[in-house]
């Protein structure tokens, strides 16, 4: 038995790497990002004029940016709010969203509501851990938009 579980932990070792790919943090770029992205991912995705990498998926776009300096990724997407809602009222929809939601920040900016995350990347980028992320996101920014459409905010 221990046999086959030495076999079995050193067959993933092996195999873990071939569908895995590490960025070093001198390779992060969005357009290095992109090619690390799954196959759904990639084919929902472009590189924007502004040179931001964008993925659609189910009716929401991330914008995702590169801050060299920083080593961080920026994650983006956002909402136009309903022009009926108060700022009053907005801003304590935000709040309580942001007082229960310790991974994202939620915030209006002129006539939009934003929904934001940062990943640091100064241990580099591993396209697993990345795919996971852009996934979770997409199902986080999912619950929020129909938190939105809830309240009437949007």
Known sequence: ???????????????????????????????????????????????????????????????????????IIEFTTSWKKADSISDARLFKILNYWNSDKIFTTAYAYKSSIKLNYYLS?????????????VNWLFRLADIFRNYLHEEDAI
């Open 1 to 71: 038995m221990k046999k086959i579980c030495f076999f079995i932990v050193l067959a993933l070792l092996v195999i873990s790497p071939i569908f895995s790919k590490d960025l070093e943090k001198s390779q992060v770029s969005e357009k290095s990002l992109k090619e690390i992205l799954n196959k759904e991912f990639y084919e929902n995705s472009s590189i924007s004029d502004e040179g931001d990498l964008v993925i659609k998926n189910d009716g929401i776009n991330y914008l995702i940016g590169v801050d060299k300096e920083r080593f």
């Open 121 to 133: 990347f100064d241990g580099g980028v591993n396209s697993e851990n990345f795919n996971a992320t």
